[in-house]
């Protein structure tokens, strides 16, 4: 079982920097609320972790 990550985009990118911008679209997410799913690798983590303050991140279980 591999781990992946649920990252749901909780705030809006509008007064963010650009880097954070191009972070956050290049994870998958375009509007507030929208959920994506990816796999827990340190790559998608670092860009996380650059957004921190406008994503969710919950731990899930996947096959």
Known sequence: MS???KV???R???GSLKAQKKTVR???LRK???VV???DTPCI???VNSVKHL???EDIVGE
Do not use: E, P, Y
């Open 8 to 10: 749901t985009q909780i």
């Open 45 to 47: 983590r670092g860009m």
């Open 37 to 39: 799913i990816h796999d």
């Open 55 to 57: 994503v969710k991140v």
């Open 26 to 28: 290049a994870l998958g």
């Open 3 to 5: 781990k992946k990550l």
């Open 12 to 14: 809006s990118t509008i």
């Open 32 to 34: 507030i609320n929208k």
